[in-house]
């Protein structure tokens, strides 16, 4: 028979008797077994060790808030686009001023007449603006006027060959008619790459032996460029020709090398 297992009190250690329900020299309870044993029981079990437990979740520190570049303001935005806009209004406003000045206008038909020289812009066919001095200084750059005998009615045609841009700033025609001359008509110039200069109104004047309207002029001041030119008279049958000028009309154009006149004072 197994003897039992002598107790002690957990307060003061005193040899407990067997059965004390109260310990003899302190008088602190003394636990009964099955109460002891019920809390053994609901006790959890460990199943695992704590070293085998997964660690918490890492989370990353936010970055500090001088290492966050905050985007600029829609106010900002605007207020630089309506800056940006309101100095190309200057600027424009400005240039338009200028083209409308005196000088601007003087220079204006310099600038677009580069241009067309360039191939910019497209060939104009409108008349520029040019000074006295370069109208007085322009040269005779195509004629088939001479003193001899003349007949009515142009045979050939008269083709001019343009090698630069050059300011047309003159254009006669000569309409002799037997002495009778001719009401003034119309002259123009025609490009082989199908530009057509004119037609402008002709003025007349008097030619050989005071016949009246035997010469019809025009003052174009145009710019044409580089080509083949054929010169247009709306009345071919009273233009005059003869065996010197092979056939075509009597006539004679004046002008400059453009690059002359936009280089110029």
């Known amino acids: 028979m197994e003897t039992a ?43 695992s060790s704590p070293l085998a437990q997964p660690p918490p979740p890492a989370f990353l520190p936010p970055p500090p808030p ?10 900002h935005r605007a207020k ?10 200057v600027l424009a406003l400005g240039g338009l001023g200028f083209l409308f000045s005196p000088a601007g206008k003087q220079l204006l038909p310099r600038i677009t007449g580069v241009l067309h020289s ?8 409108a008349s520029v603006s040019v000074s ?27 083709i001019i060959q343009i090698s630069e841009p050059t300011l047309v700033t003159h254009v006669m025609t000569y309409h002799w008619n037997g002495a009778r ?32 309207n035997a010469s019809w002029s025009v003052a174009p001041c145009v710019i044409l460029q580089p080509g083949k030119y054929t010169l247009i008279d709306s009345d071919p049958a009273s233009w005059s020709q003869n065996a010197t000028s092979a056939g075509q009309g009597m006539c004679e154009i004046k002008g400059l090398p453009w690059s002359q006149v936009s280089s110029g004072p």
Request: with cysteine.
């Open 5 to 47: 297992k002598q107790k002690f009190c957990e307060s003061c250690g005193k040899p407990l008797a067997q059965g004390a329900r109260f310990c003899e020299g302190c008088g602190h309870a003394v636990a009964s077994e099955p109460a002891a044993a019920t809390l053994a029981a609901k006790a959890p079990a460990s199943t």
């Open 66 to 75: 001088s290492a966050i570049s905050p985007a600029p303001s829609k106010p």
């Open 80 to 89: 630089t686009a309506l800056a940006v806009l309101g100095t190309v209004g």
């Open 118 to 125: 360039m191939g910019v812009l497209a060939p104009s066919t």
């Open 132 to 158: 006295q001095q370069v109208l007085q200084a322009a040269k005779t750059i195509y004629t088939t006027m001479n003193v001899d005998a003349v007949e009515n009615g142009s045979t050939q045609p008269n």
């Open 181 to 212: 001359g001719k009401t003034p008509g119309t002259i123009a110039l025609n490009c082989d790459d199908g530009t057509k200069y004119g037609p402008w109104q002709a003025e007349g004047s008097s030619g050989q032996g005071g016949v009246p």
